[in-house]
C-alpha cells in the first residue's frame, strides 16, 4: 500500500482490498476532455473503449483478488432523468463482457440529490454532507467481493459512502476501480 494513493485515501476509513484507476486527471488536460465528453455529452463509445482497455490491465487483479462482480457508482433518479444515462454504464459493461462478471446496476441506489462535485472545490468536497447510498440485495449477494467503479476520483468520499452501504451486505469485500485519478 505504501505507493498505492488510492488506497491510502481509505486507510482506517474503509477496508478496500484493491484500488486503481487507468488515468490520471488534471484540469484542461486530455482526460478531462474524455470524461467531459463521456459524461456530458453522451459520447459513450469512449465508456466501452476505455472499459475494454482497463478491463485487460484488470485481468491479473482479478486472477489475484477474484471479484463476484461490478457495481457503478449511481447516479440519483433524477440526475438520471437530466442526463439520460449513467456514464458509468457502458465503462461498466464492457469490463463486464471482458473479465466475465455480472454487472449489478440495482444493488447500490443514491437517495440524495446534489450539486454536480465538478464545481466544487477540494475543501467543499471534503465538508458537504455525505450523499446518502442504499442497498437492495438477497442472500445470494452474500460474501461476494464487489468491483465499485467510479469515473473520477478526487477526495474519495462519494466511493467511501458507497462502499459503507455495500458493507452491510454480509460477507462483502470491496474494491475500486476508476477511470481516472486526481489529487
Known amino acids: 500500500m505504501e505507493n498505492n494513493e488510492m488506497l491510502k485515501k481509505f486507510y482506517g476509513k474503509l477496508p478496500v482490498e484493491h484500488a486503481s484507476a487507468l488515468l490520471y486527471f488534471h484540469k484542461k488536460g486530455i482526460v478531462q ?7 456530458y455529452k453522451d459520447k459513450q463509445e469512449i465508456g466501452t473503449f476505455l472499459g475494454e482497455w482497463y478491463a485487460e490491465e484488470l485481468k491479473a487483479v482479478h486472477q489475484h483478488h477474484r471479484f463476484d462482480g461490478i457495481i457503478p457508482v449511481p447516479l440519483h433518479q433524477k440526475r438520471m432523468r437530466e442526463r439520460g444515462y449513467n456514464q458509468l454504464t457502458t465503462f461498466g459493461q464492457a469490463l463486464s463482457k ?9 444493488i447500490l441506489r443514491r437517495e440524495s ?11 467543499e468536497r471534503i465538508d458537504d454532507p455525505k450523499t446518502k447510498f442504499t442497498v437492495t440485495f438477497s442472500e ?8 465499485l467503479i467510479d469515473d473520477v476520483m478526487t477526495t474519495g468520499a462519494t ?3 458507497c462502499g459503507k452501504a455495500l458493507l452491510s451486505i454480509p460477507g462483502t469485500k470491496i474494491s475500486i ?7
Open 113 to 123: 440529490y446534489a450539486v454536480t462535485q465538478t464545481k466544487k472545490s477540494f475543501f
Open 140 to 147: 445470494t449477494d452474500h460474501n461476494k467481493h464487489f468491483l
Open 98 to 106: 471482458t473479465l466475465q462478471l455480472p454487472f449489478y446496476e440495482t
Open 159 to 161: 466511493l467511501e459512502q
Open 33 to 39: 476532455e474524455l470524461i467531459h465528453h463521456l459524461k
Open 177 to 183: 476501480a476508476c477511470l481516472a485519478y486526481t489529487h
